[in-house]
T-cell receptor
């Protein structure tokens, strides 16, 4: 069965410090992984996807198949980065692709 | 506007009553999803639809039913609301030309008292 694990429910860092949000997955197939962000009381937004190997708002994430991880990193955190972050795995099931989410990490960037 | 709206935004209902939440899209997309968001659980899939009158269950479908009589509307019904169904409900659509891109609605905050 597929599973996405985000071990940290809460993470606090100071502005300007590096930040890493951890995500581990278990999936028997070839994974498609994503990070979604939810700012306070707003809708979820796609932050980045591993197939694009892109950097959005200074965040990057590298898929490590050996460690089954997809950690989200940013070298210098900003206060506006404070939000809930969800790691998600896309898989085929039945008649549609589905997203399986981790439990989320609430990031707080302190001034 | 993201092309997807949910109604109502907030609702308080009593235990045992039926409740229907609506998701409306203007994008004419085939795939629509209902998730619930709970602290410590993230988002969990309730039901999804892959076309008009074509729906299937997700991982937490007990106590919920869905209907899709038109492409643009995906309804989620709590047949007899319970306090454990107090949650924030999100609808999502998936873009066919971007196989992994989901757009989420703003959510419905449901409280069952």
């Amino acid at each position: 069965a597929q599973r996405v694990t985000q071990p940290e429910k809460l993470l606090s860092v100071f502005k300007g410090a590096p930040v890493e949000l951890k995500c581990n997955y278990s999936y028997s197939g070839s994974p498609e992984l994503f990070w979604y962000v939810q700012y306070s009381r707003q809708r979820l937004q796609l932050l980045l996807r591993h197939i694009s190997r892109e950097s959005i708002k200074g965040f990057t994430a590298d898929l490590n198949k050996g460690e089954t991880s997809f950690h989200l990193k940013k070298p210098f955190a900003q206060e506006e980065d404070s939000a809930m972050y969800y790691c998600a795995l896309s898989r085929s099931s039945g008649s549609a692709r589905q997203l399986t989410f981790g439990s989320g990490t609430q990031l707080t960037v302190l001034p | 506007d993201a092309g997807i709206t949910q109604s109502p935004r907030h609702k308080v209902t009593e235990t045992g009553t039926p409740v229907t939440l609506r998701c409306h899209q203007t994008e004419n997309h085939r795939y629509m999803y209902w998730y619930r968001q709970d602290p410590g659980h993230g988002l969990r899939l309730i039901h999804y639809s892959y076309g008009v009158k074509d729906t299937d269950k997700g991982e937490v479908s007990d106590g919920y039913s869905v209907s899709r009589s038109k492409t643009e509307d995906f309804l989620l019904t709590l047949e007899s609301a319970t306090s454990s169904q107090t949650s924030v409900y999100f609808c999502a659509i998936r873009h066919p030309w971007d196989n992994y891109g989901y757009t989420f609605g703003s959510g419905t905050r449901l409280t069952v008292v």
